[in-house]
């Protein structure tokens, strides 16, 4: 990964044919000469280096307003109480069944080592592809419980008589918000959905390569951009971009985090917070 990096810094051609210009990967199927895709990059800007992601300091931190408000009432309908038990059960099966399959690799790949033959090679394969499509699964069921409780519990609960508008981003959710939601009064709610307390926050890179958190102006105004460059082929995403906008510079947008609570299959309530976008962050 060092040599990759150097390479992406000092080699003629490496970066273009490995890298988008803000240091994101165009492929993550795409190895190079090593025969490992190269690592994801950022920078803190134009006139630093780039660096592995793995190795750069924090991404830029959200602002919030207020502390995190906790909230174990049942959600309010029976038809969102089953929606909510359902996903709570889908994730939880889905981590113990991603579990299962991360320690069957282990153990495979453990056994391959100590006495490699081609049945051992076999059946390590066979089980790193079993925890690959089980991880994959973890993850969907573990996003899809996240915006199961904004959608079904908070915005019910706390924005009565808001409407979801739809998004036009790429099916694996990037350069999009996860939810969008326009309130009663005309306002808009934005919602960045987390299956658990202890998920963290996602991050992106800005053209310039820097790195920022989900929560913060510059990642808000980043993902907007992405509104506005699909908004050439799509009306509804550019006026809903606007919209956002000028939301924002009136003081009708609340843009928050929603984490589902820690649980073992039985849906046990939520916590949110609202971030603070007035102003920018990077100075």
Do not use: C
Request: no cysteine.
């Amino acid at each position: 990964m060092d040599e990759q990096v150097r390479r992406a810094n000092e080699e003629p051609g490496y970066f273009e044919d490995y890298y988008k210009s803000n240091g994101n990967r165009k492929s993550l199927e795409v190895v190079d000469e090593s025969g490992t895709v190269p690592p994801q990059l950022t920078r803190q800007s134009p006139n630093h280096p780039w660096v592995a992601v793995k190795d750069a300091p924090a991404p830029l931190a959200p602002r919030f307003l207020g502390d995190w408000d906790k909230v174990h009432t049942k959600p309010p309908t029976p038809e969102a109480v089953a929606a909510l038990k359902e996903a709570a059960e889908a994730r939880h099966q889905a981590v113990q069944h991603d579990t299962a399959m991360r320690d069957a690799k282990a153990e495979a790949r453990a056994a391959h080592e100590q006495n490699p033959t081609p049945e051992t090679l076999a059946e390590k394969v066979k089980a790193e592809e079993a925890y690959r499509e089980a991880h994959i699964q973890m993850r969907d069921h573990s996003e899809a419980f996240g915006e199961a409780v904004a959608e079904h519990h908070v915005i019910p609960e706390r924005y009565q008589g808001a409407t979801r508008e739809p998004l036009d981003g790429p099916k694996n959710g990037n350069d999009q918000f996860d939810q969008v939601w326009r309130r009663a009064d005309g306002g808009y709610v934005v919602v960045e959905a987390k299956s658990s307390v202890t998920t963290e926050l996602g991050a992106r890179n800005l053209p310039s390569g820097q790195r920022v958190s989900q929560g913060t102006r510059e990642y808000f105004l980043d993902i907007i951009r992405e509104m506005r460059k699909r908004g050439e082929n799509n009306p509804a995403e550019r006026a809903l971009a606007r919209n956002l906008m000028t939301a924002l510079r009136t003081g009708k947008l609340d843009y928050i985090v929603v984490k589902g609570e820690k649980n073992t299959g039985e849906y046990a309530g939520y916590h949110t917070r609202q971030f603070d976008i007035s102003d920018r962050s990077i100075p």
